[in-house]
Each structure stands twice: as C-alpha cells, then as structure tokens.
C-alpha cells in the first residue's frame, strides 16, 4: 500500500458509495474491509466500518462512522480522461445516481464528495507556452458545465465560439 492514502469519512452509505465509485471509474476495485471490534467515539463495536479501495491505481480508504464533518470543494476527487465519450459516460453515471452538475468540470455525488472530470490534456492547454492560448482555454473553460472537449480545441486553436452557442 502506498505510504499517501486519501481518506473519505462517510456518516453512511460507505459501501453504497464505493461500490458505485468502483463501477464508474475503470481500473477499480474494493479491498479489505475491517469492522472495528471496540467502542469508539463513532458508536458500539461493530458501528464503524473501513473499506480499502483503488479507483483506477489510486488507493483510498473510507470509513463509515457517523456525522463528524460534510464534505466540502476543499478536497475533490479529479478524474482525468482521454476523451469527451468518457467524460460523457462518467458525468451521467455521476448524475443518473443523483449527482449535482457543477460549473467547471465539477460535480458533487449524492454523498456530497466533489469530483472533478476533465480530459488529460486540458492541463497542458492552459499551461501552453503560449500565454493566450492558456488564458483562451480557461475562459472558454470557465463558462462551462460538463467539460466540451472540442470547444477547448477551438479555442486553444484560435477559433472561439460561445459555449452553448
């Protein structure tokens, strides 16, 4: 395992929400899963939950333990892809399991995790050496909802077209 292992607290629907994470996101899979046999702050022995799980080689850990703290925008999950079918395929997925659309790429799933799901290259695009070229690609950018991955290519290409236009 490695030695950086994100956490996700969930007061509950642990399982529910991995599994679907799992299902969604290629390269996934669930690991161990671990009752806690004492009494903790959480509950009775039994009450808390561990789950190990990768999503697509990365390792995370998640416990079910009760309301402590909400998720919030201060930590997303990023899902970089290769092309707009899978940004479209992860984005329903997200939405048809009663996910929210977000501005930028964003969404939040039903347990209020925030994801985001962008293709690969649009990290390259705003940081081209070209200074107008980035700043097209992030305006352009900046106007939509569900990632448009032609519509960062025309303006990374000079061609700028109002998104939903």
């Known amino acids: ?30 690991g161990r899963t671990t009752i806690l046999p004492a009494e903790t702050p959480s509950g009775p022995p039994g009450s808390v939950e561990l789950i190990e799980f990768t999503l697509a080689d990365q390792a995370f ?11 919030n925008h201060s930590f ?23 996910g ?18 962008v293709p ?3 990290s390259e695009m705003i940081a081209d050496s070209n200074r107008e070229r980035g700043r097209r690609v992030t305006e352009v950018m900046l106007g939509m909802v569900k990632i448009d991955i032609a519509a960062l290519e025309k303006a990374f290409n000079g061609c700028i077209a109002k998104v939903g236009a």
């Not at 929210?100 to 799901?117: F, H, N, V, Y």
């Open 1 to 30: 395992m490695p030695k950086v292992v994100s956490n996700l607290w969930f007061a509950e629907e642990a399982r529910e929400a991995v599994e679907f994470y799992v299902s969604v996101i290629p390269d996934s899979m669930i």
């Open 61 to 71: 850990r998640t416990m079910k333990a009760g309301p402590l703290d909400s998720f």
């Open 76 to 98: 997303s999950i990023a899902i970089l892809v290769e092309g707009q079918a899978e940004i479209d395929r992860i984005w329903e997925a997200f939405l048809a399991n009663r």
């Open 100 to 117: 929210t659309p977000e501005a930028c790429g964003w969404l939040k799933d039903r347990w209020g995790l925030s994801w985001q799901i």
């Open 120 to 122: 690969r290259m649009l």
